[in-house]
Every structure is written in structure tokens, then in C-alpha cells.
């Protein structure tokens, strides 16, 4: 059962333009949320986080929203370049003790010169 | 720079023969993580330890264990590997469970054969 998904595998834009990556998740314990991007033969590199009690998390070119009653969070990225080409992994964890992050699949974006 | 180093990158094992991967930190995080990567599948937490105590996912089989012999030092045992083994170990640390970034050591690919 998968709680955390991104239903995108992939994702081509041009660079300069938004990028943008989804993910949804099932469990409406979860009130911590992180992006993660990784390069091949690399290991995932933290990127941005949002709290629950927040809609809107802003960090130079990245932002990410969370929409709680849809359980959907978004990934931004303006302007996208050609270095921001990897595998963008949306992570979840819940209160309390249980800080174990539950991992989307991933999304594999590209971003063509 | 702080860091999470794991040694080697690249291991070759062949099957039964019981393999060591180690990695360290320089961050002084009280957890540390050891996940297993297969290609376009999520990392799947195996293990961690928060300070000496050792906390072992249900699913995790018995063939992997786990030492911690010091805040810095974390390695992964795997006593008799099979051909489903080969994957990408990723270790992983955070401060503690109140902030939930984990950092991410380049990872070990295990070829066994």
C-alpha cells in the first residue's frame, strides 16, 4: 500500500520554464514533508520541507505547497536548468515518535537546454 | 565540510560470502540509517540506530545486521548474500526525530554474483 505516491515517473520541461512535481499521499497522520533530489550513482540530497501547519514553503528557485484537505503537496521549480535534471523523491513522516520517512517512487525530470 | 562517507562505493561479493559496508559521519547526528535502493524503487529503510539503540524494520530479513560501535562509525552486515541483494546501500543521518532531514552518505552499490 503505497501512502506517499507520485504518480509522474517522469517529467520533460525546457529550461526557464516552472517545473512542476506532484505528489499525494493517504495517510492524514503525516505532518512533516520532504523533497529529495538524486543523481545517478549519488545519494539523495535534502532539498526543501514544509510543516503541516503551513501551505507554502519558499527557498530560492524551490517551492513547495501543500494543500491538507487534498492531501497533495507540489514541488516548484523556477526557472528550471539543466543541472535540476535528476530524480525528485517526495518523502512523509508523522508525529510524534514516528519519524520514519515513508518515500514516494520518484520522479525522474529532465530539463532540456 | 560535515559529511556522511561510505566505503567502498563499489562492492563485488559473491553469493554466500558474508559482506561488510561501513560508513561514518562527521556531523556527530545521534540516528543513523541504513537504507536498500533498487533501480526505480524508493530507498527501504532497513535499520537505524538513535544513539546505541538499535530499531529493526519487521520487513528487514535476518541476513542483514547492524553495528554501531560509536556516534561516528555505522556498518552493515550482510552474512550470506544472495543474487536479490544487489542493490544500492544508502546511509543516512539526522540530528534527531524532532527535525526529520536526513543526509545522505553517496551510497555502496553491491553486485553479488
Known amino acids: 500500500d503505497q501512502q506517499v505516491k507520485q504518480n509522474s515517473p517522469s517529467l520533460s520541461v525546457q529550461e526557464g520554464r516552472i517545473s512542476i512535481l506532484n505528489c499525494d499521499y493517504t495517510?492524514?497522520?503525516?505532518?512533516?514533508f520532504l523533497w529529495y533530489k538524486k543523481y545517478p550513482a549519488e545519494g539523495p540530497t535534502f532539498l526543501i520541507s514544509i510543516s503541516s501547519i503551513k501551505d507554502k514553503n519558499e527557498d530560492g528557485r524551490f517551492t513547495v505547497f501543500l494543500n491538507k484537505s487534498a492531501k497533495h503537496l507540489s514541488l516548484h521549480i523556477v526557472p528550471s536548468q539543466p543541472g535540476d535534471s535528476a530524480v525528485y523523491f517526495c518523502?512523509?513522516?508523522?508525529?510524534?515518535?514516528?519519524?520514519?520517512?515513508?518515500w514516494g517512487l520518484g520522479t525522474s525530470l529532465a530539463v532540456n537546454p | 565540510d560535515a559529511m556522511v562517507i561510505q566505503n567502498p562505493r563499489y562492492q563485488v561479493t559473491q553469493f554466500g560470502k558474508p559482506v561488510t559496508l561501513s560508513c561514518s559521519q562527521t556531523?556527530?547526528?545521534?540516528?543513523m540509517y541504513w537504507y536498500q535502493q533498487k533501480s526505480s524503487q524508493a530507498p527501504k529503510l532497513l535499520f537505524h540506530?538513535?544513539?546505541?539503540?538499535?530499531?529493526n524494520e519487521a520487513d528487514t530479513p535476518d541476513n542483514f545486521q547492524s553495528r554501531r560501535p560509536n556516534t561516528s562509525f555505522c556498518f552493515l552486515d550482510i552474512r550470506s548474500p544472495g543474487l536479490g541483494d544487489a542493490a544500492m546501500y544508502l546511509c543516512a543521518t539526522s540530528r534527531d526525530f524532532t527535525g526529520t532531514e536526513q543526509y545522505f552518505g553517496p551510497g555502496t552499490r553491491l553486485t553479488v554474483t
Open positions: 556531523l556527530n547526528h545521534n540516528v
Open positions: 540506530y538513535y544513539d546505541k539503540d538499535f530499531n
Open positions: 495517510n492524514s497522520m503525516f505532518d512533516y
Open positions: 518523502a512523509a513522516s508523522g508525529a510524534g515518535n514516528n519519524r520514519k520517512l515513508i
